[in-house]
């Protein structure tokens, strides 16, 4: 597609609920990031997907985190027993790999009520 | 570590120039950028700079870059109300064990008055 997209725009969950964000890449891009915006914070990296390597999970906050990616494209980042501290936006960006630019989505925005 | 900091709010006049500043620690950073993120919205790429460049001018937005520092500089010449927002600097350290992960400042506010 022309961006990256993200889906759903907007989630509002229970507390303990688990919740799946969709993230789509600029078509064509091998590499895909996953970052997160909590309110009054700056940009927390929480994984890194590359091609076929090992991705770099040094970012997830807990094992209650997880992404995957599909085929080299579509990724899904799940967060489990959801927690109010997790509410926030998810980012989605990608690029055609490492040291070239990086795009953005419009973020998936989660309130953990 | 990795580090990048920005002053957090900047005010000015519409029509005057604005400069945002950034500092960064990592000396083999090989990209850094510039990101807006208006009210509400994602983080719009603004513009990027190859480490090895010193200026980059892209229409109203100026680029500065002093590597011996570890100094990077936003200027927007002729500022608009449209331009207000976050600007956020961020680095691709160097390739040491790096996987190329954005690191970020924690934004300018740039607040525009008419």
């Known amino acids: 597609g022309a961006g990256v997209s993200q889906s759903p725009s907007n989630k509002v969950t229970e507390k303990g609920k688990d919740v799946e964000l969709r993230c789509d890449p600029i078509?064509?891009?091998?590499?895909l990031y996953w970052y997160r915006q909590s309110l009054g914070q700056g940009l927390e990296f929480l994984i890194y997907?590359?091609?076929?390597?090992?991705?770099?999970k040094s970012g997830l906050p807990s094992d209650r985190f997880s992404a995957e990616r599909t085929g080299g494209s579509v990724s899904t980042l799940t967060i489990q027993r959801t927690q109010q501290e997790d509410s926030a936006v998810y980012l989605c960006?990608?690029?055609?790999?490492?040291?070239?630019?990086?795009?953005f989505g419009e973020g998936s925005w989660l309130t953990v009520v | 570590g990795e580090d990048v900091e920005q002053s957090l709010f900047l005010s000015v006049r519409e029509g005057d120039s604005s400069v945002i500043n950034c500092t960064y620690t990592?000396?083999?950073?090989?990209?850094l950028y510039w990101y807006k993120q208006e009210p509400g919205a994602g983080l719009q790429l603004l513009t990027y700079?190859?480490?090895?460049?010193d200026m980059k001018q892209d229409q109203r937005l100026t680029v500065l870059l002093n590597k011996k520092d570890k100094h990077l500089s936003l200027r927007i010449a002729d500022t608009q109300t449209g331009d207000s927002a976050i600007y956020f600097c961020?680095?691709?350290?160097?390739?040491?064990?790096?996987?190329?992960?954005?690191?970020f400042g924690q934004g300018t506010t740039l607040q525009v008055k008419p």
């Open positions: 960006a990608s690029s055609s790999g490492p040291q070239t630019t990086i795009y």
């Open positions: 078509s064509g891009h091998t590499a």
């Open positions: 997907f590359q091609g076929n390597s090992a991705p770099d």
């Open positions: 990592d000396s083999s950073s090989t990209y």
């Open positions: 700079i190859f480490s090895n460049m």
């Open positions: 961020a680095e691709t350290p160097g390739v040491r064990g790096n996987t190329g992960k954005l690191i």
